[in-house]
């Protein structure tokens, strides 16, 4: 990866805790685009017998150790919720590339909630009018930035949410 972010001006690599990440979207957009297939070859064929996933998503490549997915994270994270009564009454889940594919999938396949309380309200969003598993769709990044500044302005029960945020969730709709 490093040799290919030194050969492709605006491209980096971000180090995450689960994967590593080599970002291209800075990058002329043709030869990030070639750069960016040759190193998925590249990768492929490297990690061909490893216990590693090589995936591409927007504008980026991605390596990282196989069976961490984010849907698998998503269900962690909502397990040990429940399992501590602290279910959540919603969830908002939105991504803009395959890689969230998983997430959305694993919140429309499985039920949350514990015995004392409901299952959670599940918003899966997807950024951009693409096919998706997520439910709903927002245009765009401002799209995304107006939603959550009008679930900012929310507080209390799921009964009191205010009848703007209920259409705006309806005309996201992704159909």
Known sequence: ???????TDGSYIETKESALVWHYYNADPDFGSWQAKALLDYLEIFFANEPFVVKK?????????QGITKGLIV???????TKKGK????????????SDEDMFESLLTKAY???????PEIFSCTVGQKPSKAKYYLNDTEDVMGLLQALGTISGPKSSF???LLVYLI???FI
């Not at 990866?1 to 050969?7: D, F, L, N």
């Open 113 to 119: 909630g514990g015995t004392s309380s409901p299952a």
């Open 75 to 81: 269900e962690d994270i909502l397990s040990q919720m």
């Open 87 to 98: 279910s959540p009454y919603f969830v908002l889940c939105i991504g803009d590339d395959r």
């Open 1 to 7: 990866m490093r040799m290919y972010t030194e050969a």
């Open 171 to 173: 005309v996201v709709h």
């Open 162 to 164: 205010p009848e703007e």
């Open 57 to 65: 998503g927007k504008h980026i490549i991605e390596v990282k150790s």
